[in-house]
């Protein structure tokens, strides 16, 4: 049997009429930049977020940019954040000239730890960004807590968490503003680039509408330097088609993520750990196990698609090496990058197939 990591063919199959349809309609009103689909999913994904506003980016990478430009960050400033996690969370502060100072993961959940946070801030940290990942919600009341107590923005990397609740509120409304993504991967994917800035305040909503046209609320007038940064007119109506699908799709996941737990009990593998309060959906099913490497060359071998998330935390890659970061500093961050698994987890995966996958990590185990 072969077992993709991802069946993307699958999902968009399922969904062809619907697509096409719906991608025709946008090219026969001819709005290429934002316009009236986009509009439409913005309004959707903000009550989808339970959010009073959803504006489109043409990344998560750009939205996330100008969540932390809205902060005013700059040169000496401080963003106490995540090693453990896609390089873009960092690039949103690097971005803005400010710096990503890097505190170690709770080793259950594999997010941010709150005390350790707590450790970082110095009168030089202007925000927290604390990433959802794989879908699981961090401890939000510990992290909204100790922005308060500081005077700190908190600004959520939700490009791994769309519709992820804790203690019943989506993610992505618990700070400042958040940034989602619609790489196709991800559980809400676009026919190309996309993501989202969900925001609660009109005014940096507006701010940050001009910034991601070029930084202009009136055409040909730059109130301050801006991006190019609007979501494809294109990517309004497929992203519309799935939003639809997404409460089942999540449905399907967490299925999928409690069969895994079940059918892998006894097994050497440890398992991810939600956080209390925290609802995930499951964008990953990340086991740990220190052979981890020979269980992925194993599964290969056998069909089994897996994958790495993530080989090098960001505090030791090349790029941000004049951090100043060495070996050794944030252990946790470094043994789950040396020990997650990420098993194949979406809609389409079949029964048959989570069994022959489970099938197959019992066997590496016995041998
Ligand atoms: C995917 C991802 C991003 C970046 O999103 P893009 O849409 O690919 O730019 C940022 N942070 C995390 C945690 C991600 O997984």
Known sequence: MNVPYFDL???IRALRPELDAAIAR???QGSFCLGP???AFERDFAAYCRAP???GFNSGTSALHVALRLLDLGPGDEVVTTPFTFVATSWAISYTGAKPVYV????ATCNLDPAKVQQAITTRTKAIMPVHLYGQSCDLDALVALAKKHGLALVED?????GATYRGRPVGTFGVAAGFSFYPGKNLGACGEGGALVLSDATLSERARALREHGSRQRYYHDEIGYNYRMEGIQGAPLGVKLKRLSAWTEARRRIARRYAELLRGTPLKLQSEVAGGEGVWHLFVVRHPRRDELKAFLDQRGVGVALHYPVPLHLQKCYADLGYNAG??????AAARECLSLPIYPELSEAQQEYVVAQIKEFFAA
């Not at 170690?104 to 080793?107: G, K, L, Q």
């Open 26 to 28: 946008t090219l026969d």
């Open 37 to 39: 689909d986009v509009a």
């Open 53 to 55: 506003h959803a504006l």
């Open 9 to 11: 063919p699958a999902q």
């Open 329 to 334: 500093d944030l252990p946790v961050a470094e």
């Open 158 to 162: 939700a490009a791994q968490a769309h």
């Open 104 to 107: 170690d993961i709770d080793d």
